[in-house]
C-alpha cells in the first residue's frame, strides 16, 4: 500500500489546494490566509456572521471543497463556520442550523449537496441541531457566473420551506459564501413567509464590499 501510494504521489503529486504548490495539501501561505476572524456583514436586515475575507486563495479552497470534493477543504470550511458560531453571539435563542439548497444540477455534478454536506458535519461537530428546511422550488443557474442583478433575478421566489418542518427554533443559515446577498435574501424571504424565526447567518467567506 505504501508503495502505491508512494507510485501515486509521483504520478499525481498532492498540490496546495489554494495555490496549486506541489507539496502539503494546504501550504502555509494559504493557510495564513485562510485564518478565522470574525466579520459582521448586513443583508438588508440579515445578520451575515463571516469568518475570512473572500479573495481568490479563498475562492480556490470552496471550489476544491465543493467541485473536487477534497477533505481537508471541507475541514478548513468546517472549521471556519464553526469558530464563527462560536464568535456571533446566539447564547440567548435556540438555534438551529439551516444548509442552503444545492440545485439538482449541481448535486448531480459533485456528487453531493454540499452545504448539506457541510452542515451535517459542523451539526455533528458542535452538536447543534440541523434543519434541512429550504428546497429550490424552481430550478436556478449556477449564481457564480452572474452579475448582481441577474443573481437576485435568479434567485427570486427559488425556494420554499420543505413540508413537515418544524417551526420552533432561531433559524441560522448557513452558506459557504457570501458576495451580492440574493441568495441568503431569497432564503430567509421563503423561511419568514412559512412563519419561521430566522436569526442571521454564518457563512465561511464573505466579499467586501458585497457586489
Ligand atoms: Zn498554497
Not at 430550478?139 to 457566473?145: E, F, I
Request: charged letters at 20%; proline letters at 4%; a positive charge.
Amino acid at each position: 500500500m505504501r508503495f502505491l501510494h508512494e507510485l501515486s504521489q509521483l504520478v499525481f503529486p498532492t498540490r496546495c489546494f489554494g495555490c496549486n504548490a506541489i507539496g502539503l495539501t494546504i501550504c502555509s501561505t494559504c493557510r495564513r490566509e485562510w485564518h478565522p476572524h470574525y466579520y459582521l456583514t448586513y443583508v438588508s436586515s440579515i445578520k451575515v456572521h463571516s469568518a475570512i475575507i473572500y479573495s481568490p486563495t479563498a475562492s480556490k479552497i470552496l471550489l476544491a471543497a465543493k467541485e473536487s470534493g477534497i477533505r481537508g477543504a471541507d475541514i478548513l470550511i468546517v472549521e471556519s463556520i464553526i469558530h464563527v458560531l462560536s464568535q456571533a453571539d446566539f447564547s440567548d435563542v435556540d438555534v438551529a442550523l439551516v444548509p442552503i439548497p444545492s440545485s439538482s444540477l449541481s448535486k448531480r455534478r459533485r456528487g453531493r449537496a454540499f452545504i448539506i454536506d457541510i452542515v451535517d458535519q459542523i451539526g455533528q461537530q458542535t452538536s447543534l441541531p440541523v434543519i434541512n428546511a429550504l428546497e429550490l422550488a424552481r430550478p436556478v443557474k449556477d449564481q457564480s457566473g452572474l452579475h448582481s442583478a441577474e443573481r437576485a433575478k435568479n434567485m427570486n421566489g427559488a425556494m420554499r420551506v420543505r413540508a413537515g418542518v418544524i417551526r420552533r427554533a432561531d433559524l441560522v443559515l448557513i452558506d459557504d459564501v457570501v458576495t451580492t446577498g440574493a441568495t441568503l435574501r431569497e432564503a430567509a424571504r421563503a423561511l419568514t413567509a412559512a412563519g419561521c424565526h430566522v436569526v442571521g447567518s454564518v457563512t465561511a467567506c464573505v466579499a467586501q464590499p458585497l457586489r
